[in-house]
């Protein structure tokens, strides 16, 4: 696999960072619009209702092919109607497939679940919420 063909997820304000793999066979269209944006520098929320993921907002405008799957830990998804990538680190109540696009490195998932949490913890439980900075990028 070519550098290439990896996407690095760094949250620099909670000193987390993890790979995941593009699945550029799988899913061309969105691989490719994603591809445009990058770098991009983007904050993240987490979801409130449907489980343990968490989204940040893009400026990505799809109406391509899509590679719909069920959700699941380590899952890196477009979210079209909401321009979001969302990343799946945990339980989902959520049945509804998703557009898959990339996949967290396995040795990486407990990176994903340590920043889910923090996310958690720092956008939702607290009275005074916090803004966590994510940077995407091709690998070196």
């Excluded at 959520?94 to 949490?117: H, I, P």
């Amino acid at each position: 696999m070519s550098s290439s063909e990896i996407l690095e997820f760094d949250a620099p304000s909670v000193g987390l960072s993890f790979r995941a793999r593009l699945l550029v066979e799988e899913n061309p269209d969105v691989v490719a619009q994603v591809l445009t944006q990058l770098p991009l520098k983007s904050v993240l929320g987490h979801v409130v209702i449907s489980g343990e993921a968490i989204w940040m907002p893009t400026r990505i405008v799809h109406l391509g092919r899509n590679n719909m799957v069920q959700r699941h830990p380590g899952a890196v998804y477009l979210y079209a109607p909401g321009q979001s990538i969302c990343l799946t680190y945990g339980k989902i109540t959520e049945s509804a497939n998703v557009n898959k696009f990339a996949e967290v490195f396995e040795e990486d998932l407990a990176k994903l679940q340590q920043l889910g949490t923090e996310v958690y913890e720092q956008t939702v439980t607290q009275p005074r919420r916090n803004i966590v900075e994510i940077n995407v990028r091709r690998a070196a």
